[in-house]
Every structure is written in C-alpha cells, then in structure tokens.
C-alpha cells in the first residue's frame, strides 16, 4: 500500500527528488558520495523520461544532473531489491547517451557520466557502504578503458562501515532516521517545508493514484505503462488543479501539446 504524503521520508523516492532539487543539497551529496569536487550545477531536473525509440523500454530517471563541466548525474533512490540493479544500470547508460547525443555527433561529444543508485539493502553483498564501477582491462587489472562511464551503488545498510563521518551520519539518516549530522538537519528541514507545500501533496496525490491506475490497466491489459485514456484523463484534473504543464508531461508521458489541447 502507498504511504501517505505525511509519512514520506527521505527513503522515498519522492520526497528523495524533492529534497535533492535543491541544488546546494544536491551538490553536497554528489561531493559527498563521489568524494570529490564537482562544478557547479547547470542543469537539475527530476522524474525525466527518456525515450529511445518508439519499439523500446523508455526509463524515468529520479534525478537527472549536469555540472558546468558537462558531467552528468543520474540519481535513483531504491528500496526493495529487486535483484536487477546491473542491468538495469546497464540500461540507463544506454538511454541516457542515445538521448543526449545529437544524430550527426562525433562519439567524443558523449559527456562523462555518472549513474548512482542509492540503496537501503545491499545489492552486491560485500557488505560495503560504496562499490564505485568502471570498465577495466582484464588482463593488466589496472587499465581503465576510460569512457568516461561509472556507477556507484549505495549500500545504506552498512553505514557503520562509513570511513568519512558526513557519508556515514548520511547513510544512517536513510537506513534509521537518526538525524546526526549538519546536513542531515538540513535535509529535515527541507522535508518539513515539502510536507507543509499544498503543491507537493497535490503531486504527491496525483502520482500515487496515476501509478495506481496504470499498475491495474497493465495487469488487465498486459502491458504497464497504462491506457492512453487513464494518461488523459489524468491530465485533465491536474490542469483543473493548476498543475504546471511540464509536471504533468513527466507525470503521465503525455506531451506539452497533446495538454495544452485538452
């Protein structure tokens, strides 16, 4: 069953977009995960899809970042295993540069990416609170094939085994709640100021019951992304509610224009 729009946490996926659309906060994290400096962000964005051809799996991406230094950021928050993570990070790579890279491009225009899964269970099983990926020569075991591709998994669960304090207090923060540290306080306050925003709960509303409406349509209908007519008529009563129309594109797939007609 769905929580209610007072019990999200920062576990959940939306309120985790939320509060990371605050760029400061968001910065803050990448440094922190990535331990490393990161430009500033130009570009902050969440629930994007992305479509790679009408016969093709298009993905949602929770949180789609891009820094002055053209370095993207893919941010997905996951609570259950659903033991695909690989793949499916697999995937987002490969949508990701289908979407950005311009027809006609040379390969070199391709950005170097970051695919991050944050995560309240351990997905690989080492009992690591990071695994950071890269392609690497087999042979040598030190050569990296430099594509300029990586992905983090974070395994919030063993946050005890955090060697820096921030990420530590941070993964904790997720896994228990426990607000230990200065950005942890941070990000409460954030969630509090959502949870008072009547513009949220309305989101909060219509997503829940949309995703709700396609996951029954696809089991009727075999497929899961739901009917036309449910996206429709979503639609109609998120404009009704005023709800801006690029909120309601990503919601419902729909486009400005098919909205702007209803």
Known sequence: MKKSFDELTIADDFMFCKVMQDEGLCKEFLEMVLADKIGKITYLSSQDAVFTGLESKSVRLDLLVKDETGKSYDIEMQVSNEHNLPKRMRYYQAAIDIAFLDKGSHYKALNDSYIIFVCLFDAIGKGKPLYTFENMCLEDKQTPLQDGTK?????????????????????????????????????????????????????????SGFEMDA????????????????????????????????????????????????
């Not at 085994?161 to 993964?171: S, T, V």
């Open 151 to 207: 992905k983090v998994i974070i395994n919030a669960e063993a946050f005890g085994k955090a060697e820096d304090a921030e990420l530590k207090g941070f993964l904790e923060y997720l896994k228990t709640g426990a607000i230990n540290t200065e950005y942890t306080e941070r990000i409460e306050t954030m969630i509090q100021a959502v949870k008072h925003n009547e513009q949220a709960r309305k989101e909060y509303r219509f997503m």
């Open 215 to 262: 996951r029954e349509e696809g089991m009727q209908q075999g497929f899961s992304a739901g009917s036309r007519q449910t996206k429709l008529e979503t639609a109609k009563l998120m404009r009704y509610e005023n709800l801006g129309l690029d909120l309601i594109s990503k919601i419902t797939g729909l486009s400005v224009e098919e909205i702007e007609k209803l």
